[in-house]
């Protein structure tokens, strides 16, 4: 049984990222890290839209405000070095009447206290910079969002890791741990610290741990829909301003970084942490509880969810969640809109105490295990600092 300082569960950005983070730290340190599936970014990862985010959703109490703004920065300047490809496209903001003026205001409030570059603008100006935008009297511009290739990062992050001696071990499925020793479908591993970074099947991990107690993982399945008609109908990422009440910013525009253009993603109630499919993945150990609490949060409509539900279900129909994205811009085809991308599943945590979606990252740990919980978006732009903030809060000796 080999004996390593460090194991991280987890092949996402978060796994890659901390141990990224602690080699640079740490360089003699021994670090292994552990994937399920044969390669990195298989699920929320690498399935991501793909989208960097500038920091203007989220208050300024968070752990989002506080990373996204830098992780822009730090994602964008990794890309740049390791001559991976970016499009530096920008986002509009769009409202729908005077009432989403008002929280297009906020928007722009919650950008200028979290340092985001954001600016009000025009309807006449929008349409400068996208002359197929449709909005209310102003929208809120982001010239420093743009959008990577999430599965291709990861993969450079994973050679780099390797490059430095992080060793990798993919097919190695975490199974319980006694103490400090961990059994995987490869065999035990003994290590100083684990540090939980599952993703989908965090909560799972940290409950054998003692941690998590309180939270169960709810699966939100994302489609997108791409247009294949052309690439020049949309120039840019178009939004709708969101209910700042859940955590889904609704169907948008996407402008990909390959230049093609999609629209979504759909927030669908999953049976099972991996049902990208209609009946994909689902498993005893777990989709009775998923649907336990599905079934618990729609009779008593808990943050609305028989609303989103009722709602989310409806965007099955091509033509309705087609008609969601067209009311954000002036012409657009139906017709053009012919192949889904690689659906994923959002990981979102939800408290079983009051029976709320966490808006917000959670670690929970003590000093043998860490467990990063609730890794949402915009989790793939802040993942540099907030590594850098995990191993500097809980790591350092």
């Known amino acids: 049984m080999t004996h390593y300082n460090y194991l991280i569960i987890g092949a996402g950005v978060v ?8 080699r640079s730290r740490e360089p003699d ?15 929320s990862s690498g399935r991501n839209s793909g989208v960097l985010h500038a920091g203007f959703y989220y208050s300024a109490d968070s752990f989002k405000a506080r990373f996204t703004v830098a992780g822009n920065i730090a994602m964008k300047d990794y890309c740049r070095r390791r001559g991976l490809a970016i499009n530096d496209c920008g986002k509009l903001v769009v409202a729908q009447n005077e009432q989403e003026l008002n929280q297009l205001q906020e928007l722009y409030r919650r950008g200028m206290t979290n340092g985001s570059n954001v600016r009000l603008i025009s309807a006449e100006e929008a349409a400068d910079i996208e002359p197929n935008i449709r909005t209310h009297r102003k929208a809120l511009y982001s010239p420093d969002t ?24 993919f ?9 400090r020793c961990c059994l995987t479908t490869q065999g035990n591993v003994y290590a100083d610290k684990l540090i939980n970074c599952a993703g989908l ?36 990422n178009i939004y709708p ?64 969810f028989r609303d989103l539900a009722f709602e ?40 079983k105490k009051t029976r ?24 793939y732009t802040c993942a540099f600092p907030f590594a850098k903030f995990v191993y500097e809060t809980y790591l350092a000796r």
């Not at 097919?171 to 103490?179: A, F, I, M, N, R």
């Not at 996407?254 to 689902?282: C, M, Q, S």
């Not at 917000?360 to 989790?379: K, Q, R």
């Open 29 to 43: 340190a021994r670090i292994l890290l552990i994937d399920k599936e044969p390669d990195a970014a298989r699920h």
């Open 146 to 169: 743009a959008t990577i290739d999430p599965q291709q990062v990861c993969l450079a992050l994973r050679d780099d890791l390797m490059a430095t001696g992080v060793e990798l071990k």
């Open 201 to 236: 099947y965090a909560d799972r991990i940290a409950r054998d741990f003692g941690f998590a107690r309180h939270y169960t993982m709810m699966p939100f399945k994302g489609l997108y829909l791409k247009y294949t008609k052309n690439t020049t109908d949309v120039r840019i």
């Open 15 to 22: 796994g890659l990222s901390l141990a990224r983070e602690i």
């Open 241 to 304: 301003v969101p209910n700042l009440a859940n955590p889904f910013l609704g169907v948008h525009f996407t402008k990909t970084v390959d230049g093609h253009i999609k629209i979504g993603p759909t927030a669908i109630p999953a049976f099972a942490r991996e049902n990208y499919g209609w009946f994909e993945h689902l498993k005893l150990d777990e989709t009775p509880e998923i649907l336990y609490w599905q079934a618990r949060l729609f009779l008593m409509n808990s943050f609305h």
């Open 356 to 379: 709320e979606l966490v808006q917000d990252f959670v670690i929970e740990g003590d000093a043998h295990s860490l467990h990063i919980l609730n890794a949402v978006s915009p989790a």
């Open 312 to 351: 989310e279900m409806h965007k099955y129909l091509k033509r309705y969640f087609v008609d969601l994205g067209a009311r954000l811009v002036q012409n657009i085809d139906p017709k053009g809109f012919t192949e889904y991308t690689r659906p994923g599943i959002r990981a979102q945590l939800l408290n």
């Open 171 to 179: 097919s190695t499925q975490y199974l319980s741990h006694q103490g």
